[in-house]
Nanobody, 117 residues
Framework: QVQLVESGGGLVQPGGSLRLSCAAS????????MGWYRQAPGKQRELVAA???????DYADSVKGRFTISRDGASNTVYLQINSLEPEDTAVYYC???????????WGQGTQVTVSS
């Protein structure tokens, strides 16, 4: 059974930082592209950051320089370090594991990030 369990969300003031974690189980972690998406109220889910199995990263323009994605194969965990948070970053953040077509695509349950003073 595949599970992606996110943690680390919360309420933070503008300019603050958070580190989101996503622990994966039930998949061969090393062959999946891992990503973080977010969905704000009334908006579509959007890709925030992704990291390939060889460590190549990609970011949405809106978060470049503020967000850092990383993965740890020893613990099957992907992280999202979020700095200089802005109210516009408020959303539910979802972890995603994107595998080869025959293995599928999986989502976590989401973790809420709220940026407010």
């Amino acid at each position: 059974q595949v599970q992606l369990v996110e943690s680390g969300g919360g309420l933070v003031q503008p300019g603050g930082s958070l580190r989101l974690s996503c622990a994966a189980s039930g998949i061969i972690f090393s062959i999946y592209v891992m990503g973080w998406y977010r969905q704000a109220p009334g908006k579509q889910r959007e890709l925030v950051a992704a990291v390939t199995r060889d460590g190549t990263t990609d970011y949405a323009d809106s978060v470049k320089g503020r967000f850092t994605i990383s993965r740890d194969g020893a613990s099957n965990t992907v992280y999202l370090q979020i700095n200089s948070l802005e109210p516009e970053d408020t959303a539910v953040y979802y972890c995603n594991a994107h595998g080869p077509p025959q293995l599928g695509n999986y989502w976590g349950q989401g973790t809420q990030v709220t940026v407010s003073s």
